[in-house]
T-cell receptor
Framework: GNSVTQMEGPVTLSEEAFLTINCTYT??????LFWYVQYPGEGLQLLLK?????DKGSNKGFEATYRKETTSFHLEKGSVQVSDSAVYFC??????????FGTGTSLTVIP | EPEVTQTPSHQVTQMGQEVILRCVPI?????FYWHRQILGQKVEFLVS????????KSEIFDDQFSVERPDGSNFTLKIRSTKLEDSAMYFC???????????FGSGTQLSVL
């Protein structure tokens, strides 16, 4: 079947620390991969995406590379800020009309 | 940026009661979704809706669930007879075309007592 597995949270980091949130997937075809972010009190928002192997999605200093050989799409940021505190969701879709999400990883950045 | 609006933000109901969760998608979107997240678990796909009919649904979306777009603006999820295990955060989302990003509402927290 199709599924996404994310690293367990919560994650707490100091400002300017390096962030990695792991995401691996299983899929019956060739998925598009996404990271969504949910700030407190808001809906999920697209952070970045990659639609084929070796693509790198990037936005707001976050990056993730679509690795077909390891079926991974790990989220990274070199220097986190307090404003990055949110819940991060990894997701995939095969046909663009059904999405599979992970459990979400809560990130808290402390000054 | 345009927003997806969900109401109410919190809904408390007794087991066996019917609930209707409401969503106002972005006006030029054509594809609509409901997802839910039980506390501590994955965000689960429930149903997708296009051209006034269901296009995909998960095994969670049984006969107790229905969706409707009654007036071309609202998109509703009805649970006919709620169960304790229906307690979750329910997210509405819209999309302009397949593979475009989803625009989510901020969710309705449903608590079934």
């Amino acid at each position: 079947g199709n599924s996404v597995t994310q690293m367990e949270g919560p994650v707490t980091l100091s400002e300017e620390a390096f962030l990695t949130i792991n995401c691996t997937y299983t899929a019956t075809g060739y998925p598009s991969l996404f990271w969504y972010v949910q700030y407190p009190g808001e809906g999920l928002q697209l952070l970045l995406k990659a639609t084929k192997a070796d693509d790198k999605g990037s936005n707001k200093g976050f990056e993730a590379t679509y690795r077909k050989e390891t079926t991974s799409f790990h989220l990274e940021k070199g220097s986190v800020q307090v404003s990055d505190s949110a819940v991060y969701f990894c997701a995939l879709t095969l046909r663009g009309n059904q999405f599979y999400f992970g459990t979400g990883t809560s990130l808290t950045v402390i000054p | 940026e345009p927003e997806v609006t969900q109401t109410p933000s919190h809904q408390v109901t007794q087991m066996g009661q019917e609930v209707i969760l409401r969503c106002v998608p972005i006006s030029n979107h054509l594809y609509f979704y409901w997802h839910r997240q039980i506390l501590g678990q994955k965000v689960e796909f429930l149903v997708s809706f296009y051209n006034n009919e269901i296009s995909e649904k998960s095994e969670i979306f049984d006969d107790q669930f229905s969706v409707e777009r009654p007036d071309g603006s609202n998109f509703t999820l009805k649970i006919r007879s709620t169960k304790l295990e229906d307690s979750a955060m329910y997210f509405c989302a819209g999309q302009g075309a397949p593979n475009e990003k989803l625009f989510f509402g901020s969710g309705t927290q449903l608590s079934v007592l």
